[in-house]
């Protein structure tokens, strides 16, 4: 069955520094997006591409976040400086462009220290 | 401005009852309503769904309620299962008509624990 595919799964990094994730989702899936979770809260959706394009980065911290899907394939998430609230985890998720129903990948779990 | 809301952070059910998890809503310009499973370094998994004009929706042990007019949905498990014991999230749907992009909005979750 295919899966949305995600890594790392868990990164351990220091404050100030960068960190990036990556997520290739399902084929044929036109729509990805970037989630983070709080523990104890929902999914929040951080930014929402169709194809290669940004449909909606609203609620990206964009001082510090960056997001891109060059080639409408896989993505690549950057926190550059990473602070001690970044720590989270961070899922991805893919669908084809007329459905509501989204595919998680296992995520990546964040720890700023 | 929290437009789904998961009252119950938490549910602890026997092994072999009926468990039903609650969410509430506040937008009624939402067209579907999902149900995603969350086991503990996992992704959330979809569970079942029901479009804004049905009232209820069966899959197998799983049953979503709606009642637009309380802007109130459930999720019923009969009979419940050790193994169904994860964070349920109760998820929205609004769809391109409404000016917006289709996404998903999450409540903060239930942790339902099934006692064998």
């Known amino acids: 069955e295919a899966e949305v595919a995600q890594s790392p799964r868990y990164k351990i990094t220091e404050k100030s520094q960068a960190v990036a994730f990556w997520c290739d989702p399902i084929?044929?899936?036109?729509?990805l997006y970037w989630y983070r979770q709080i523990l104890g809260q929902g999914p929040e959706l951080l930014v929402q591409?169709?194809?290669?394009?940004?449909?909606?980065d609203s609620q990206l911290p964009k001082d510090r976040f960056s997001a891109e899907r060059l080639k409408g394939v896989d993505s690549t998430l950057k926190i550059q400086p990473a602070e001690l609230g970044d720590s989270a985890m961070y899922l991805c998720?893919?669908?084809?462009?007329?459905?509501?129903?989204?595919?998680f990948g296992p995520g990546t779990r964040l720890t700023v220290t | 401005d929290q437009q789904v809301k998961q009252n119950s952070p938490s549910l602890s059910v026997q092994e072999g009852r009926i468990s039903i998890l609650n969410c509430d809503y506040t937008?009624?310009?939402?067209?579907?309503f999902l149900w995603y499973k969350k086991y503990p370094a996992e992704g959330p998994t979809f569970l079942i769904s029901?479009?804004?004009?049905?009232d209820k929706n069966e899959d197998g042990r799983f049953t979503v309620f709606l009642n637009k007019s309380a802007k109130h949905l459930s999720l019923h498990i009969v009979p419940s299962q050790p193994g169904d014991s994860a964070v349920y999230f109760c998820?929205?749907?609004?769809?391109?008509?409404?000016?917006?992009?289709?996404?998903?909005?999450f409540g903060s979750g239930t942790q339902l624990t099934v006692l064998p």
């Open positions: 998720a893919s669908s084809f462009v007329e459905s509501y129903e989204q595919y």
């Open positions: 029901i479009s804004s004009i049905k």
């Open positions: 998820a929205a749907y609004r769809g391109p008509h409404s000016g917006s992009a289709r996404q998903l909005t």
């Open positions: 591409f169709q194809d290669e394009s940004v449909v909606d």
């Open positions: 084929s044929g899936h036109a729509t």
């Open positions: 937008n009624s310009m939402f067209d579907y």
